[in-house]
């Protein structure tokens, strides 16, 4: 399975950008999709959420300004970033949780990142 991720970039403070992660391989299903984000100099922290069980989360800083959406169909997860702010500005990776394999017989849960886009919120 891999990951490509895309829809990073420049953004003034205020602004808005909307990043994508498509999943290809053969998949059977999605146990979890997240994204993640890493700051310069700074650990790597969650973001936003599916999990395998429950709701969808969020990290406080991003609750009301970030909203995660998923389509099955196009085994695609979606981060929309409104109100951006200077302290966003960081690498963001997704991350899946998939039911792989050759035969669904014989699938098995690999967890697969992405290789990360930045966004930088700049004036």
């Known amino acids: 399975v891999q990951l490509q991720a895309s829809g990073g970039g420049l953004v003034q403070p205020g602004g808005s950008l909307r990043l994508s992660c498509s999943a290809s391989?053969?998949?059977?299903?999605?146990?979890?999709m997240s994204w993640y984000r890493q700051p310069p100099g700074k650990e790597r922290e969650l973001v936003a959420a599916?999990?395998?069980?429950?709701?969808?989360r969020y990290a406080e800083s991003v609750k009301g300004r970030f909203t995660i959406t998923r389509d099955d169909a196009k085994n695609t997860v979606y981060l929309q970033m409104d109100s951006l702010k200077p302290e966003d500005t960081a690498v963001y990776f997704c991350?899946?949780?998939?039911?792989?394999?050759?035969?669904?017989?014989?699938?098995?849960?690999?967890?697969?990142w992405g290789q990360g886009t930045l966004v930088t919120v700049s004036s």
């Open positions: 599916f999990p395998s069980v429950g709701n969808i």
């Open positions: 391989g053969n998949i059977f299903s999605f146990n979890a």
């Open positions: 991350n899946v949780d998939v039911l792989v394999g050759p035969t669904y017989q014989d699938s098995y849960y690999q967890t697969v």
